[in-house]
């Protein structure tokens, strides 16, 4: 499938296989389901080929990477936008102003005016989808559970791991297991990555042998760190 104002090509989510259950005790069995990311579409070369195409449609001279904005005033019939950059603060004059940030990021800028009680309010308690989610991945030669006749999908109530899936991309080079981190934000903190990273590495081998230790890189995304994503938790 392809987009067609960007002709970006999607390829089906891996799914060929048996679904995994791990429960307390460890124990691993066959659960009795389809992934359920069977069907679910991948973009390839991943969401940044997304973001690539789009910057292609901005003239260069307004494509402003490293740059924060602060703060938005309104002038007259303008908007004032105070933004932060790498060489020092700039400021752009607007007719209109669209954010495209999640709402409790918008409520962390200055507004001159301010914004009524309940808009900034209601900015701040918006939650963010997934703000305080964080992933682990492993990166492989092979994906070598395709060759036990499992998909990747496991679910499970033993490791920090809540579940996993195949993340491998579309052209075959290198292979790759992605899991949803099921500790809260503070729980990682506590234990730090190393410590995650060998209690995630474990895990996999619980579910998925031994050759899921022999991984090229591991390493975890926190997004609850990210502060342009969870400006509440970062
Ligand atoms: C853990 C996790 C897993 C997810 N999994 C999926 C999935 O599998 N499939 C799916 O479709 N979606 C998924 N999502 C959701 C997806 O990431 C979001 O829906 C998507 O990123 C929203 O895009 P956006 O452009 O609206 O906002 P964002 O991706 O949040 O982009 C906003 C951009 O604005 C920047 N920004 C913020 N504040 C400022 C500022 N003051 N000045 C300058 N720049 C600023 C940020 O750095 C960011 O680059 C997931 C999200 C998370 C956190």
Known sequence: MRSEKFEISSFEQYSTGKVLWQDTQGHVQEYPMASPMAGALRIQGGIGALTQCITTEISAGNLLLGHVLQGLQIQGDNVRAEVQGPEGQLEILAKRVALAIAPRVAGTLAYRPALPDRTQRLLESTPT???????????????????????????????????????????????????????????????GEPELIRMATEQLVGIFEEKARLSNEMFIKDWSTEPFTAPHMA
Not at 129 to 141: D, R, S, V
Not at 153 to 171: C, K, R, V, W, Y
Request: with cysteine; aromatic share 12%.
């Open 129 to 191: 989808w997934m703000a305080g989610h964080a992933k682990f991945f492993a990166l492989y030669e092979e994906p070598f559970w395709r060759d036990l006749g499992l998909c990747g999908t496991a679910m499970s109530q033993h490791g920090p791991l809540a579940e996993s899936h195949d993340a491998s991309s579309h052209t075959g080079d290198g292979a790759s297991l992605f899991g949803f981190v099921g500790l809260d934000a503070k729980t990682r903190a506590q234990l």
